[in-house]
């Protein structure tokens, strides 16, 4: 009866969940954008090596924040609508969506400072391939948080 249940929704409802989706969306796609330009400069020498590297961390710049900030805006839009009860805010999926926003913030954060003396720095620099590192990792963390979010695990 609750799968039932779970699939009529409030319209009211739509809105903030599409927003926290669509930022979630971006979120992925920048993040994937911005490892594999890093990734792939490792691979290359000279200027398309740096070119790739400043393009990485641009993306990180200019994509993957604001579209954090929108994902955690929809986050905390879609909870305070539902108004979601103490039972339902100890959920596993809700956990692993707070663990993996709170963590990734933290790491976004690294990186951004990260990328921000490697775009200072000209030449070859370590700092392109932490932060190409990070986002992988980041990546691979929400595709967690995107399969908790529908498959919701101990709902």
């Given amino acids: ?4 249940l779970a699939i009529i929704r409030p319209d009211d409802w739509n809105l ?12 992925v796609g920048t993040l994937l954008v911005v490892s594999t330009a890093l990734l792939a400069s490792w691979r290359r020498q000279g200027d398309d090596g740096r070119l790739l590297a400043r393009f990485g961390l641009w993306t990180l710049i200019a994509g993957v ?15 305070s609508t539902e108004n979601l009860s103490e039972a339902q805010e100890d959920s596993t999926w809700l956990g692993i969506g707070y663990i993996t926003a709170d963590l990734g913030a933290v790491l976004i954060l690294i990186s951004i400072v990260l990328s921000a003396i490697g775009l200072r720095r000209s030449g070859g620099s370590a700092m392109p391939r932490a932060v190409g590192v990070i986002a992988t990792v980041l990546v691979a963390a929400y595709l967690v948080a995107a399969w908790a979010m529908s498959a919701k695990p101990g709902a």
């Fill in 1 to 4: 009866m609750p799968d039932v």
């Fill in 16 to 27: 903030p969940l599409f927003v926290h989706v669509l930022g979630a969306m971006a979120l």
């Fill in 65 to 79: 924040l604001p579209s954090y900030v929108l994902m955690r805006i929809g986050a905390q839009w879609v909870e």
